[in-house]
């Protein structure tokens, strides 16, 4: 049986070789959240790859739209597509572009531009609630666009509203494009912040996949949406990665792509 473990090495192991092969950027901020997929897609996520648009799904809404390649990879081994198609990403005409794009199957809003998928999941949340929809809503976001105002209108909405059928993970890996998250505008004290606004607030390590899994069901809610703020590193899972700003634009080169690899696949020397 494949284990969520298994999954997030699997998606990360796509995310290097679509970032080595197509000199593509952001594997930093892939590696951090790849985990949180893995959880989501390998079995909490209500989801029908071979119909993505099932009313029945669970939705989620991805703001790390730089971060394409863990959505595009972790979506290619849930079955939405073959894998051999992640071949075409960035490619003339592929509809894997280098940030994320709808028109992926299963990819419910293009992103890219910060700060946008937890307003409109907000907004289909609150939908759900109406219609008393037994589906879930998810956002991802990163913690460098919760410097985005636009955020803190739908944090601000989400209680107001009730939506209790709300989840959102906060990727907190503590780094964005221009530095560390205390340097460039501080978010502490984050998990403050969200209680004051009204939200159920977990604090979770975020490359715990029985963490995530608990903190991600969609049982036992209490009339408040969730904030998952999941406490990553940047890069995780490559040892020359990992917490380096560097790696936010880089794209590995022949011999880092081997050593990555061979990392990630358990054999480095
Ligand atoms: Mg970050």
New binding site residues.
Partial sequence: MTTTQDLARRIRLQCLRMCHQKRASHLG?AF?VADALAVLYGGVLAKNPAAPNDPQRDRLFYSKGHACTALYAALGEAGYYPLSALDSFTDNGSVFTSHVNHKVPGVELSTGSLGHALPVAAGVALAGKRKGAAWHTYAIV???ELDEGSNWEAILFAPHHKLDNLTLVV??????SFGT?AEVLNLDPLPAKFEAFGWETLEIDGHDHAALAAALDKGGRSGRPRVVIAHTI?GKGVSFMENQLAWHYKSPDAAQYEAARAELEGHAA
């Fill in positions: 901020g951090s990163s913690d460098g990727d907190y890996n503590k780094i964005q998250t940047k």
